[in-house]
């Protein structure tokens, strides 16, 4: 209990000092879908399934951070993510007049417990993520992207994902 709160505390003070200039910024909450393989220890302990969580964030025309919570549950399989993410928004390109598109890549890592029947681990995820942004109206955009995250816990090796997020910019 005492890593997963000095995680959330973590998480916290590097989300909010990575955008010291938070007036720059545009702060935004958000969900998301994923289609995930999980692996265990083993290379036959995968499963492939559907996660689901949630976002909130700021963002400005270079750097985008996230703080999500993020869950997959499918058989025996069971993961939870707390997780920070650091994006950078390599251009802005005006596709057509009503939207625009913003290509990304960035670094991510947290907190996961991994559970597979009798197994329960909890520790440190690390990963790299790449994706699209599409601005489709003034306060809405839509997140598509690629992320593969690695774990510290013994049980847990791997995750991929591939991912549709929504966002509200306020």
């Known amino acids: ?31 998301e879908l994923a289609s995930t393989e999980v692996q265990g220890e083993q290379p036959i302990s995968t499963s492939d399934g559907v996660s689901y969580g949630v976002r909130i964030g700021a963002q400005n025309e270079e750097w985008r951070t996230i703080i999500g919570l993020n869950h997959y549950d499918k ?16 251009m802005n390109y005006d596709a057509f007049e009503e939207f625009t598109i913003e290509p990304y890549v960035g670094v991510k890592f947290g907190y996961a417990n991994y559970e597979q029947g009798p197994k329960d681990e909890s520790g440190m995820i690390y990963g790299a993520q790449l994706g699209l942004i599409v601005n489709v109206m003034e306060r809405f955009d839509v997140d598509l992207g690629y992320r593969y995250v690695l774990s510290s816990a013994d049980a847990f090796d791997h995750e991929s994902d591939f991912l549709l997020g929504l966002h509200y910019h306020f």
């Open 75 to 90: 058989d025996e399989y069971a993961v939870e993510k707390l997780y920070l993410s650091v994006d950078y928004l390599i």
């Open 1 to 31: 209990m005492i890593k997963k709160m000095a995680m959330v505390l973590f998480c916290t003070v590097l989300g909010t000092t990575a955008h010291a200039e938070i007036s720059t910024s545009e702060t935004f909450i958000g969900i």
